[in-house]
């Protein structure tokens, strides 16, 4: 397989590319895409590529190096804004609400992936097999809301999850044999997560845990999941 990972730095993007690595049966080439390349390893297969998921120019670039090579079995987003300290914090009111918080939100958790999407989902092999998905998280769920708050993250991610639903639908359209998904990972212990688990009592994954169940739920999708949200065990999360 010829995979490609946005946000192979971070905690469960990085766990994702140690996972598939071992995996040497299933995995030929993998792109280890963030911000900043990764660090090369020692690994002919791990190829580290720098790009802006916000920056169409990258990403246009980007697309060409890898169709250079052929196409793609599998696309895995692992990016996401929760916080950034005392400057960015989930807004427990309406009355908390910014402009700021929410283009910085959305910017990383719906534009990002969108821009990614579009340069991203083309180079797919079109005759086989092949996988598009995202990391979203439960609370964009609009039936599962019960609490409320964190307004500009569960806005992005619902957004994210409708962006899914459509890329399904165009997806198919070209290969009938393609999943399009958004998955929630559970709480894994990472630096997204770590402000708000500490006191929580809540079980936390670790993010090689949450890589490997992500990757045995996208292994046993097909077709007729195209289009949904399922959690780290498989159940498929409500619109």
Not at 109 to 136: C, D, E, H, Q, R
Not at 172 to 186: F, I, K, T, Y
Request: neutral net charge.
């Amino acid at each position: 397989m010829r995979i490609a990972i946005f946000g192979a730095s971070g905690g469960i993007g990085g766990a994702l590319c140690a996972e598939l690595l071992g995996r040497p049966q299933t995995t030929q080439t993998l792109y280890a895409i963030s911000r900043a390349a990764p660090e090369a390893r020692a690994d002919a297969r791990f190829v580290p590529l720098g790009a802006d998921l916000t920056d169409e120019t990258a990403l246009a670039a980007l697309a060409e190096t890898i169709a250079a090579d052929g196409e793609l079995d599998l696309v895995i987003i692992a990016t996401g804004l929760l916080s950034d300290g005392d400057r960015l914090q989930p807004e427990k009111s309406w009355r908390d609400q910014s402009r700021d918080a929410f283009e910085r939100i959305f910017a990383a958790n719906t534009i990002g992936p969108a821009l990614v999407g579009k340069y991203m989902l083309p180079l797919l092999k079109k005759k086989t097999p092949a996988k598009f998905a995202v990391l979203s998280a439960r609370v964009g769920s609009i039936t599962d809301n019960k609490l409320g708050g964190w307004h500009a993250y569960r806005a992005s991610k619902a957004a994210l999850n409708m962006l899914v639903k459509n890329y399904a639908l165009e997806l198919a359209r070209r290969n009938d044999q393609a999943v399009c998904v958004s998955l929630h990972p559970g709480t894994v212990s990472t630096d997204l997560s770590a402000p708000f688990t500490a006191r929580s009592g809540r079980k936390l994954f670790a993010p090689d845990e949450a890589a490997s169940y992500l990757l045995d739920v996208l292994s046993g999708l097909g077709p007729e999941d195209s289009g949904k949200h399922f959690d780290w065990a498989g159940k498929e999360i409500p619109a």
